[in-house]
Every structure is written in structure tokens, then in C-alpha cells.
């Protein structure tokens, strides 16, 4: 694979490591970025080796919840521009899709597409008169509908920008709430240790052994470490490892068992998120319709 100024830029802003370092590390990687910043954790180049990726693209998102609290739908609609979302024909838009979702429990986007609204339209033909009339690209990103028979529903927005739907056991509707808003401030990865892949697990595992290998420590020093390092990591990304935002002295997973509960599962978008923006060069774009 060919290293691309791109890729170096990339690692880069991913990394906070020098370009020729990034350079460096692709080669030995064969510009495979993922193993790059393996190797730049595992060496401790990386000053912040993150997946959360560059937010692209704007819109809204937009949780509606049926009035039993048994069924809800949570999408996320894009545009091109923050100024778009702000205006009246884009809200309501979304708002309707909202509606809708909830209503059809829709199972993909391509289906959901399709499924007429009230005015008669369709799903799309909607968001095309919606393009006609704001100039804009707009696109039904993704969605998903969230039921439950026993449990309640606990949903949170931050903003127009971060919404979550949690599934939660017995029927405590103001836990499900504060659950749902740390979901939105901690972004946990899956509910409990059990959810994360061996995949994952192994590929951590072998990047702190890397990294205690060059402390110099004995070996039974190492692997205390090692398994200290790996109980750290599965508090960070699991729902029930992380401090509970309200009460940062217990564990999510320690504050459903004392209620006798259990989170059942939880949704979370973020608008943009893992979308890469396109950036574009002034000066380029000035040069190319200079030599035109």
C-alpha cells in the first residue's frame, strides 16, 4: 500500500506524533494506520491514540417515544451546513421522521425511504423537496427502533446533537434517565465486560505487555501490571465499569445491582460521528482557476 501524505496526516492528528515519526511507523506497518498506532502505543510515541474519529457533517438528531414508554425510535439526519439545522423546514422534518420511525419501526434506512408520510410522499421524495428548497444535501443517516415489554425506556438529548435510548429492567423510568445521560457524557463502547470481543481484548492485552516490557520490571512485576492495565481498560469502555457521573465513588454496574436491575442494551448517536470531513484548500482552489 502506497503512503499517501493523507495517511501520514492522518496518523498524525490521530497520534500527536511528528510527521516523520508517523512516516516511519506506516512504513514498518505497510500503511496499515490501525497497526501504525499499535505500534506507536506500544512504543509510547502516541500522545493520544483515539477513535473517535473527525466530526463531518452536521444535522440533528431526534428520539421519539411512544406514550407508554414501551417503544421508541432514535435517528440521525445530516445536512451540509450547522446553519441549515437551525432552520424551521429542517426541524420539522426531522421531527416528522421521527413520527414516523416510531410508528413503522422501520428495520434499515432503505426501507424507511420508502414508507409514505402523511403529506402523501415518500420518505425520499420528501427529503428531495427538502434539498430543492435549503440547497443542501440532506441524507437520512441511520436509525433504529428500541421496545421493550417488562423493562422501561430511559432516553436523554444533549443538545440537537447527542441523543441515547437505553433499555433498563424493572421500572424505574428517573434511573433509566440518569443512565441514559451518562451514556451520553461517557461514551461506553457495550453494556459489561462480557460484550467485548477476545479480538479487542487480546490486541490491548499485547500492547501494555509491550509497553511494560520497556519499564524493565521483573516478570512478576510485569504481569501484575499487565493485569491491572487490563481491568483499567474494561472500566473505561464498558458501561458497568465506568463511574457513574452522578456519583463518581460507584461503578454503573455497582449502582443496577444495588436497584436490582439490569441495563438490557443502549443506542447512541452523535451527530457526524465517523464521518471524515472534506477539507478544502483555499490557495489550491485559487491556483487551479488561476491556470484555467
Known amino acids: ?82 446553519f441549515v439545522t437551525k432552520g424551521q423546514p429542517f426541524i420539522d422534518f426531522v421531527n416528522c ?9 422501520p ?10 408520510l402523511g403529506s402523501g410522499e415518500t420518505v425520499d421524495e420528501a427529503r428531495e423537496g427538502i434539498v430543492a428548497k435549503i440547497g443542501e444535501n440532506v441524507s437520512v443517516r441511520r436509525l433504529q427502533h428500541v421496545s421493550t415489554e417488562n423493562g422501561v425506556l430511559g432516553a436523554y438529548k444533549h443538545g440537537d446533537r447527542i441523543a441515547v435510548l437505553i433499555v433498563l429492567s424493572g421500572q424505574d423510568s428517573s434511573l433509566a434517565k440518569d443512565i441514559a445521560m451518562h451514556v ?18 487480546e490486541r490491548e492485552k499485547a500492547i501494555f505487555i509491550e509497553q511494560a516490557k520497556e519499564s524493565g520490571k521483573p516478570d512478576n512485576i510485569i504481569e501484575k501490571m499487565i493485569v491491572g492495565r ?3 481498560f474494561v472500566n473505561e469502555v464498558t458501561l458497568y465499569g ?32 465517523g464521518i471524515e470531513k472534506k477539507e478544502d484548500n483555499f490557495v489550491e482552489e485559487v491556483m487551479a482557476q488561476a491556470r484555467d
Do not use: H, W
Open 1 to 82: 500500500m502506497v503512503i499517501t501524505a493523507a495517511l501520514v496526516k492522518e496518523l498524525r492528528e490521530r497520534t500527536g506524533v511528528g510527521m516523520m515519526d508517523c512516516k516511519k511507523a506506516l512504513t514498518e506497518t505497510n500503511a496499515d494506520l490501525e497497526a501504525a498506532i499499535d505500534l506507536m502505543r506500544a512504543s509510547g510515541a502516541a500522545k493520544a491514540a483515539k477513535k473517535a474519529g473527525r466530526v463531518a457533517s452536521e444535522g440533528l438528531v431526534n428520539v421519539t417515544i411512544s406514550d407508554d414508554n414501551k417503544s421508541a425510535a432514535i435517528l440521525e439526519v445530516n445536512s451540509e451546513t450547522d
Open 97 to 105: 421522521l421521527g413520527k414516523l420511525a416510531l410508528k413503522n419501526k
Open 107 to 116: 428495520k434499515s434506512v432503505e426501507t424507511f425511504l420508502t414508507q409514505i
Open 184 to 201: 451520553a457524557a461517557s461514551r461506553p463502547e457495550c453494556v459489561s465486560e462480557k460484550q467485548l470481543s477476545n479480538e479487542l481484548l
Open 230 to 232: 487490563m481491568k483499567k
Open 242 to 273: 465506568q463511574a457513574f457521573i452522578k456519583d463518581p465513588d460507584t461503578s454503573v454496574g455497582e449502582l443496577v445491582k444495588s436497584k436490582n436491575v439490569e441495563v438490557e442494551s443502549f443506542v447512541r448517536f452523535e451527530v457526524g460521528e
